[in-house]
């Protein structure tokens, strides 16, 4: 397959799919935006597949700009930003070359590699800036010792050589040529995220002469119409938080005790009344595709607060701002200053100021 000069946007699922049985595929000079999943997802698991990956524009994908499992690809030349995932995620004995490429803004950060067995990747002349996550992250286990057992078992029955069973990943070649700055950033207020200072196009991430801000937060610009039509219905719900003092309330009746059991407040619990305390909110299941409508947790260090609920606006928060949670996948976190209100039936969080990075 040969694809050239194209607009793939819009796509329910992935923008481009390179099925396992592929043999060559070529993709030049495309823009591959707002994708509900990957924005190219390539399952060749032939060793002999061959994908080329040129000089596209990459971005405001729902999962990862680019996901390889398996074969022999090339990234070579293409911006790949703001997705909603990782820049680049790899695995599966995949053999890469990421060369030249500009990698900037991804939500969880810019390369990762997952289990990748004996696959050689090469990592060498890369921009990568601006993400709250690593530039590089390489997964060293595959989970506890029981789902490792399990793993292997499924492995051999596949006919994988006993040399491949042994789940791990080559280490991958990253030269000194790689221009990295702004990455590991860490929790982040809000209006830290936005770029005004240069004034770029909020959507497209391109510098032009001529940009207006969006009207409501003054914080985000756009190059034309277009560009401000399809950001919209991610920034729509950021867009309040950067307006100023702004504060969610969370009424406590919608959410649920972890365990599906309801969960209610004593009024003399410690909290209650206008004392601010510090709370973690938490993005629910990893690698899941965007979806405002997502289970997200929250509690306190004690855990006497412990629930789960639905909050576009938190959501956003969470992915925009937060860091990576324990696995280092895709699940987010993110401390924010709350403070309990109408005798614990409600439950105001704060996004005005955020408070230290936690440990807990």
Known sequence: MYAANNIIQNCQSHGVAVGPDASYCDLRNNIIQDNGCEGIWCGASKTTSRVFIKENNIG?????????????????????????C???MLKSKTTCKITSNDIFKNKCGAIRIGI????KVYIDANTVHNHSGPFLHLEASAG???????MRHFL???GMPEDEVAMYSAAPIVTDRNVLHDNNTGQQHPSDKVEDFFKICSYCQRSHG???ACVKCRRAYYCNKTCQEQHWKRHKTICKILQGNYSIVVHMKDTQKLGNFCHTFDSRLKGIGTARFIIKLQSGDEYSHYNPQSQLVLYDKSTVLDVTFENA?????IMECGVLGKNQLTSKKIFCWASYEDQGHKLRIYTDNLPPYQEW
């Not at 729902?62 to 703001?82: K, T």
């Open 60 to 84: 405001n994908n729902g999962l990862c700009g680019i996901s390889l499992n398996g074969g022999h690809c090339d990234i070579d030349g293409n911006r790949l930003f703001e997705n909603w």
């Open 86 to 88: 990782w820049g680049i």
């Open 116 to 119: 990748n067995y004996s696959g």
């Open 144 to 150: 506890s010792e029981r789902k490792i057992d399990w």
């Open 156 to 158: 051999r029955k596949l």
């Open 210 to 212: 001529s940009v207006k």
């Open 313 to 317: 606006e938190l959501y956003h928060l």
